[in-house]
T-cell receptor
Framework: DQQVKQNSPSLSVQEGRISILNCDYT??????FLWYKKYPAEGPTFLIS?????DKNEDGRFTVFLNKSAKHLSLHIVPSQPGDSAVYFC?????????FGGGTRLMVKP | NAGVTQTPKFRVLKTGQSMTLLCAQD?????MYWYRQDPGMGLRLIHY???????AKGEVPDGYNVSRLKKQNFLLGLESAAPSQTSVYFC????????????FGPGTRLTVL
C-alpha cells in the first residue's frame, strides 16, 4: 500500500510552458515533503522541499504547493526548459525512512 | 570532492552467486542508505546506517546484508543472488535526520540471470 503516489508516469510539455507534476499521500500526519530530480545514469538530486506549516515554497523556476486538506502536493516549473527533462520523485519522511513516489518522467520539447 | 561514489557501475551475476557493492562518501556524513530502484516503484530502502558500526533494516531487506565498519563506507552484500534482485542500486548519505538532504551516488546496475 503506497503511502506516496505519483499517478502520472510521464508528462510532455513544450519549452517555455508550465510543467505541473503531482503527488498524493495517504497520511495526514506527514509534515515534510521533498522533491528529487533524476537524470539518466545519475543518482537523484534534491530539488526543493516544503514543510506542512507552509502551503507554498518557491526556488527560482520551481515552486511546490501543498494542499493539506486534499493530501496533495504539486511541483510547478515555469518556464520549462529542455534541461528539465528528467524523472521527478516526491518523497516524505515516514517512520525511519524516506518514502518515495514512483516518479514522473518529464519531457520538455524544444 | 567526490561526494558519494559506488563501485561497480555494472555487474551481471548468475543465480546463486554472491557479490558486494561498495559505497563511499567523503562528506563525513553520519547517515548512509542503500536503495533499489525498479520501474514504476520509485526508490525503496533496503538497509540504512545511522553511524559507524550500526545498521538497520529498511523496507525491503530480505536477501541483502550490510556493514558499516568505517564511517565513510557502507557495503551491501548479496549472498545468493536471485533474478528478483535485478535492479539499479543507489547509495546515499546525509548529515542528520530523515528530513535532511540525501546525496546519492550514480548507481549500480545489477542483472541477475
Amino acid at each position: 500500500d503506497q503511502q506516496v503516489k505519483q499517478n502520472s508516469p510521464s508528462l510532455s510539455v513544450q519549452e517555455g510552458r508550465i510543467s505541473i507534476l503531482n503527488c498524493d499521500y495517504t497520511n495526514s500526519m506527514f509534515d515534510y515533503f521533498l522533491w528529487y530530480k533524476k537524470y539518466p545514469a545519475e543518482g537523484p538530486t534534491f530539488l526543493i522541499s516544503i514543510s506542512s506549516i507552509k502551503d507554498k515554497n518557491e526556488d527560482g523556476r520551481f515552486t511546490v504547493f501543498l494542499n493539506k486538506s486534499a493530501k496533495h502536493l504539486s511541483l510547478h516549473i515555469v518556464p520549462s526548459q529542455p534541461g528539465d527533462s528528467a524523472v521527478y520523485f516526491c518523497a516524505v519522511p515516514a517512520g525511519n525512512m524516506l518514502t518515495f513516489g514512483g516518479g514522473t518522467r518529464l519531457m520538455v520539447k524544444p | 570532492n567526490a561526494g558519494v561514489t559506488q563501485t561497480p557501475k555494472f555487474r551481471v551475476l548468475k543465480t546463486g552467486q554472491s557479490m558486494t557493492l561498495l559505497c563511499a562518501q567523503d562528506m563525513n556524513h553520519e547517515y548512509m542508505y542503500w536503495y533499489r530502484q525498479d520501474p514504476g516503484m520509485g526508490l525503496r530502502l533496503i538497509h540504512y546506517s545511522v553511524g559507524e558500526g550500526t545498521t538497520a533494516k529498511g523496507e525491503v531487506p530480505d536477501g541483502y546484508n550490510v556493514s558499516r565498519l568505517k564511517k565513510q563506507n557502507f557495503l551491501l552484500g548479496l549472498e545468493s543472488a536471485a533474478p528478483s534482485q535485478t535492479s539499479v542500486y543507489f547509495c546515499a548519505s546525509a548529515s542528520g535526520s530523515w528530513a535532511d538532504t540525501q546525496y546519492f551516488g550514480p548507481g549500480t546496475r545489477l542483472t541477475v540471470l
